[in-house]
């Protein structure tokens, strides 16, 4: 007993992405290359005409470039003079899954496309029958009735054999989702169909129509490539694969692709950018460029495609277990890959002559940390575009970073089994060997950081610039820069602070606070909670807190105070003067009880020594203040110092110039190690 088939169940689970709405024309195409085929016509007679089919009352306004506004596609009418519907072809056209053109990879299922992309289908055609009688058959497909056919009439005597295809009602989704312009949709067609241009004398000539615009895909083509093809014949495993080298002229603006193909139809299309070294842009050869396709053919290609060939039933990985006699994409994207790459040698030196200067400048100038490992990398194998942006650089190499701390960490592992029978010079080698590869690693660390602390000098100078409406950054950035705000040692990483900017010391201490009130800082019983006066000005220019010592007797405390570049309005009292403010918090500090971050005692806390920063510029009301301290300047003239007894803290007065000046001259041997400019 026969099963009965639900057509619109079968349409429900037919796929179609909204992006292939021009996919049933393509499979009416290539239908009409095989009925002309069929045919056995004398060579050059076989035609295929596409018109494309408008509305009369919807208007769209194409591409930018159109001139003129043009209706939208409703249809289009696919004409050939192959076989037509014979008695087996519509025997074949009636069953869903039919196996009559199984030999050229047809899947019987080509049909319910149509539907999915348009409403409905009707067809004409005009053959010869078993008894070379020129007959006439036309019946109408949809998705309510099925394929609702009519009579079959002798035709007229001189009527010509021709079958039209019509295609009506475009779906909305499909018909936004696709190509408006007739050049568009012609070279559409012509890349899907492009391996029946290739093969010699298998393709019939095609014309597209669109109202008094024709084109003929031939004309295309020869456009289209810039030579003949080169075939080669792989074996991959126990399958076999033919590699179609193809190179398209550039003004074709499309990438470098690999096409995998199944009966005889373009199915799938992937970029080879970021593949293969040097393959980026437009190739050379001789006066003309060129852009490379690779298209790949395979009985097992046409066995795994899926029914409504846009995808194959392949994964892109294996399990190992079966990885040894099973096929995969990632296997069949290696392959040709390889051999592309040898295909094209001869036309990739100047590329990557160009990625390895682009790569070494980079380096050069902008990454340090990858100078060490450089050496270790193949430049020659990097996928790299010259016109790479420094982001996407900076994670090519970050990733070939990785790769050689991850082989680094593996061999580490194999060096502490020395193999059984290994000889102790062997040994020795491949210790060394580890040896120089951990220490290049250690290398690019220490060019990272201290490029980081040329990146931070170079946002600091930066932030005290002024501003093109005469403005000054606020504190909070300068703080920022310094120390992440309302948080301690126990919150951030020591990464994340730039202490070191004041003094290399500051890295070293018991407990860190920045921007937090007194009350909230566990080394001091200190029970205020309002904050500094000047924060009524601006909230975030509270001081930063740091208590350092691990010798209990040796403590001491460190207290920074920040202020607005050019900020002039220092004045006698605490309330305004940012040297009173600074002695001010170490006094409350110290009236508490310090403790050591364990929470140990530390012994006679109200005498612990004080150093107090203050970062500002030298405008005149700060110089005024100095002045009345009796602050010594600075040889440079860009700062203050002096020594309190009253509050036994040193304090130093240092204007942001000299802070970005004392911490490039302390890094200025770091810097020229690297080649990095210190201005």
């Known amino acids: ?28 195409v290539v239908n009409s290359i095989h009925s002309i085929d069929d045919a056995d016509l004398p060579s050059g007679e076989g035609r295929i005409v596409v018109q494309i089919e408008r509305s009369r009352e919807e208007q769209l306004t194409l591409e930018k470039e159109a001139e003129d506004a043009a209706q939208i596609i409703v249809g289009f009418r696919i004409s050939d003079n192959g076989i037509g519907f014979n008695e087996a072809n519509m025997a074949s056209f009636r069953t869903l899954d039919s196996e009559h053109k199984v030999n050229r990879g047809g899947r019987g299922v080509g049909r319910l496309l149509w539907l999915k992309a348009f409403e409905e289908v009707d067809v004409r055609s005009c053959f010869d029958d078993m008894d070379r009688e020129r007959k006439v058959k036309a019946f109408t497909f949809n998705d309510e009735l099925g394929v609702e056919e009519k009579p079959v009439q002798t035709a007229d005597a001189e009527a010509e054999r021709k079958t039209t295809v019509h295609l009506k009602g475009f779906v909305k989704r499909y018909r936004k989702a696709t190509y408006k312009t007739a050049s568009a949709i012609a070279n559409s067609l012509l890349e899907h169909c492009l391996w029946y241009f290739i093969l010699p004398d298998s393709v019939p000539k095609i014309l597209i129509r669109d109202r008094e615009e024709s084109i003929d895909l031939d004309s295309l083509y020869g456009s289209y490539i810039l030579d003949s093809s080169t075939t080669e014949t792989i074996g991959l495993k126990d399958e076999q694969f033919q590699l179609t080298h193809t190179r398209l002229r550039a003004s074709a603006n499309r990438p470098h692709t690999i096409g995998l193909c199944a009966a005889n139809r373009l199915v799938t299309e992937e970029k080879l950018s970021g593949k293969i070294a040097g393959l980026f842009g437009k190739l050379q050869d001789g006066d003309s460029e060129f852009i490379y396709a690779c298209y790949v053919t395979s009985p097992f290609l046409d066995k795994r495609v899926r029914s409504e060939r846009t995808a194959f039933n392949i994964p892109d990985s294996l399990e190992p277990l079966f990885a040894a006699h099973d096929v ?29 200067e682009r790569i070494r400048r980079f380096v050069c100038h902008e990454a340090p940390r990858y100078r060490p490992v450089l050496p270790r990398m193949q430049l020659n194998k990097l996928v790299v575009d010259p016109s790479i942006s420094d982001k996407d650089l900076e994670l090519t190499l970050h990733k070939e970073l990785s790769k050689i701390e991850a082989k680094m960490l593996d061999e580490g592992h194999e060096l502490m089994k020395p193999h059984i029978e290994e000889k102790f010079e062997d040994y020795k080698e491949r210790l060394q060997k580890y040896l120089d590869t951990a220490k290049d690693i250690k290398e690019s660390d220490l060019a990272n950081y201290v490029f980081h602390r040329k990146v931070i000098l170079d946002l600091l100078a930066n932030a005290i610039k002024q501003t093109h409406e005469g403005k000054y950054a606020r504190e909070d950035l300068i703080h920022t820069l310094l120390m992440p705000m309302q948080t301690d040692s126990n919150e951030v990483k020591p990464g994340d602070c730039n202490l070191w900017l004041i003094d290399e010391r500051l890295a070293f201490h018991d407990y860190l606070a920045s921007d937090k009130p007194l009350s909230a800082i566990p080394i001091t019983g200190a029970t205020e909670n309002k904050r500094p006066d000047i924060a009524a000005l601006n909230v975030f220019s509270n001081p930063l807190l740091v208590s350092e010592g691990t010798s209990l007797p040796l403590a001491s405390i460190v207290v920074v105070e920040l202020k607005r570049p050019m900020r002039n309005d220092a004045k006698e009292g605490e309330e305004k003067d940012p040297i009173a403010q600074a002695l001010g918090y170490l006094a409350r500090i110290r009236k508490g009880k310090v403790t050591t971050s364990q929470g140990r005692m530390i012994p006679q806390s109200e005498s612990i020594p004080g150093f107090c920063y203050i970062l500002c510029d030298i405008t005149p009301s700060v110089e005024e203040r100095c002045n009345m301290h009796d602050a010594t300047p600075t040889s440079d003239g860009l700062g203050y110092f002096f020594y309190h007894k009253k509050f036994k803290a040193y304090v130093e007065i240092v204007s942001f110039d000299r802070l970005i000046n004392s911490a490039r001259e302390r890094n200025r041997a770091f810097f020229d190690q690297l080649g990095l400019p210190t201005t």
């Open 1 to 28: 007993m026969s099963l009965e088939t639900n057509l619109k169940g079968r349409l429900r689970n037919t796929h179609l992405p909204n992006s292939n709405g021009l996919l049933p024309l393509f499979e009416a």
């Open 328 to 356: 995969c994409l990632s296997d069949i994207r290696e392959m040709v890959v390889d051999k592309a790459s040898k295909y094209l040698e001869s036309h990739l030196d100047k590329n990557k002559r160009l990625s390895e």
